[in-house]
C-alpha cells in the first residue's frame, strides 16, 4: 500500500522509491520574524526526519504539529526530529514533541528526537523531557535507533 505526505493544505504524494525525498512545510507568522519552517527527508527507507528550523513557541507550534502528523500518518517505520536548526523551544514546543510521540506511539511508529543547540539541549534537560522524547546527541545515533525500531 503506497502512503505518502505532502506539504500542508495539498493532497498527500504517492510514496516514490527514491534514497532520500525532501519536502518543506512552512508558514510565516506576525512579522516574519517568528518563523518556523520543517524540512522533511527520508534518508533511509521507511525513516523520516522532520527538520524544524527557527522558533518553536504558541504562535508556531501549528506547523511542527501538522507536520508531525503527517509524518506518522505516512506510517513509515520511525519518526526522527532533528532539533539542530531550533534556536528556541518553549513549553508549547516540548508539548507539540510529546504529543507528536504520543501519536506515533498509538500508530506503531517509532519516535525520537536528535542533537539541538546548547540552549535547546538544556530545556529538555531541564524539564526532565529528554527520555520521554527519547532524544539521542546526534542525528546519526537518532537515525541507528530508528532503523531498529520493529514495524508494528
Partial sequence: MAHGYGVIGRPALPRQRT???????????????DQLRVAVAEPREGVLVLAP????????????????????????RSVVVDLSGLTFCGSTGLVTLIDAREHADRRG???????GRRIVRRIL??????????????LADALAAAA?????
Fill in 109 to 115: 511508529v517509532g519516535f525520537g528526537t536528535a542533537g
Fill in 125 to 138: 534537560e531541564i524539564t526532565g523531557v529528554g527520555p520521554v522524547l527519547r532524544h539521542r546527541e546526534t
Fill in 53 to 76: 528550523a527557527g522558533e518553536i513557541d504558541v504562535a508556531t507550534a501549528g506547523v511542527l504539529r501538522r507536520a508531525a502528523c503527517e509524518a506518522v500518518e505516512a506510517e513509515p
Fill in 148 to 152: 531498529a525500531h520493529p514495524r508494528a
Fill in 19 to 33: 534514497p532520500q525525498r525532501t519536502r518543506l512545510w512552512a508558514r510565516a507568522t506576525g512579522s516574519g520574524f
